[in-house]
Nanobody, 127 residues
């Protein structure tokens, strides 16, 4: 397992942008696939996006396609989530999660696939 710390959340107006960061401890972060999830008040946590250990494979929830971009810098042990054209319905606590992956292209969309989680960062989008 790795220790994960999210940052970059905050308050932004609709149509604005934020970039979240997920910093990981450990020297083997490049062996981990990473996902972002979010949980809005009164709702279940949902999948946002995921990236393979190599960074070469990504996937997004339909409502985030074209607005959100996930990327990673393994030299910095960090995964980023660039969020553009934010909407009030994007308001949520955003969590990053990681798991070791054998295959370079593997990524995971299910919460249960991950065994390391950050504490979350709040994103609030005002209308």
């Amino acid at each position: 397992q790795v220790q994960l710390v999210e940052s970059g959340g905050g308050l932004v107006q609709a149509g604005g942008s934020l970039r979240l960061s997920c910093a990981a401890s450990g020297r083997t972060f490049s062996s981990y696939a990473v996902g972002w999830f979010r949980q809005a008040p009164g709702k279940e946590r949902e999948f946002v996006t995921a990236i393979s250990r190599s960074g070469g494979n990504t996937d997004y929830a339909d409502s985030m396609k074209g607005r959100f971009t996930i990327s990673r810098d393994n030299a910095k042990n960090t995964v980023y989530l660039q969020m553009n054209s934010l909407k009030p319905e994007d308001t949520a606590v955003y969590y990053c999660a990681a798991r070791a992956a054998i295959f370079y292209s593997a990524l995971y969309k299910q919460e249960g696939a991950y065994d390391s989680w950050g504490q979350g960062t709040q994103v609030t989008v005002s209308s």
